[in-house]
């Protein structure tokens, strides 16, 4: 039996060559069917999210490991204004930087193949970044950009998964059924 541990090293030593390959690329082109089964708490691309916390009302408690969002302010121990925060840095692009780090599974923390403690690993990264999806604007300019870059790669069916009765308005409160299907009407 293989080493998980080097299954995983393999795809971190050989994602970015993977990626620039021709046949990556061809890959890309061709139709594909349908994507099934996709949370969209985990399809926006990471450089995407990290934008997003360019904005002057994402706050982030590094403590805690969360993002909050409010136009209203958080006066919430520990948080603090992204915007500020890459003020303390030495560029805002290290700060980034960081940010990924902290969303993304290293190499370390993927180490294992088997579900339980791979689970503990990932659900602290989904819920860093919880409140940027749930926030309306943010859910709605993520699913454009999610769909967008599907619609790129020729998927035809896109099912999306989605917990109804989570997402928030600018004063914090929980929109409704309907006002989350007006998001995916409008998109």
């Given at each position: 039996?293989?080493?998980?541990?080097?299954?995983?090293?393999?795809?971190?030593?050989?994602?970015?060559?993977?990626?620039?390959?021709?046949?990556?690329?061809?890959?890309?082109?061709?139709?594909?069917?349908?994507?099934h089964h996709l949370h969209?708490?985990?399809?926006?691309?990471?450089?995407?999210?990290?934008?997003?916390?360019?904005?002057?009302?994402?706050?982030?408690?590094?403590?805690?490991?969360?993002?909050?969002?409010?136009?209203?302010?958080?006066?919430?121990?520990?948080?603090?204004?992204?915007?500020?925060?890459?003020?303390?840095?030495?560029?805002?692009?290290?700060?980034?930087?960081?940010?990924?780090?902290?969303?993304?599974?290293?190499?370390?923390?993927?180490?294992?193949?088997?579900?339980?403690?791979?689970?503990?690993?990932?659900?602290?990264?989904?819920?860093?970044?919880?409140?940027?999806?749930?926030?309306?604007?943010?859910?709605?300019?993520?699913?454009?950009?999610?769909?967008?870059?599907?619609?790129?790669?020729?998927?035809?069916?896109l099912e999306l998964r989605?917990?109804?009765?989570?997402?928030?308005?600018?004063?914090?409160?929980?929109?409704?059924?309907a006002q989350e299907m007006?998001?995916?009407?409008?998109?």
């Open positions: 039996m293989q080493d998980p541990s080097l299954v995983t090293g393999l795809y971190y030593d050989k994602y970015q060559k993977i990626k620039s390959s021709k046949l990556y690329e061809a890959l890309m082109l061709l139709p594909k069917p349908a994507v969209i708490t985990a399809a926006a691309p990471v450089d995407y999210l990290i934008k997003l916390t360019y904005y002057d009302y994402v706050y982030y408690n590094d403590r805690a490991g969360l993002f909050k969002v409010s136009k209203k302010g958080i006066k919430e121990e520990g948080y603090q204004k992204t915007t500020t925060l890459r003020q303390y840095w030495a560029n805002a692009l290290d700060f980034d930087s960081y940010l990924k780090e902290k969303i993304l599974l290293s190499r370390k923390e993927g180490c294992c193949q088997e579900s339980h403690p791979i689970w503990m690993q990932f659900q602290p990264k989904f819920m860093l970044t919880l409140e940027l999806y749930n926030y309306h604007e943010f859910f709605e300019k993520i699913l454009f950009k999610v769909c967008k870059l599907f619609l790129k790669q020729m998927v035809t069916v989605h917990v109804f009765g989570m997402m928030i308005d600018d004063d914090g409160n929980k929109l409704t059924v007006a998001i995916y009407h409008r998109v």
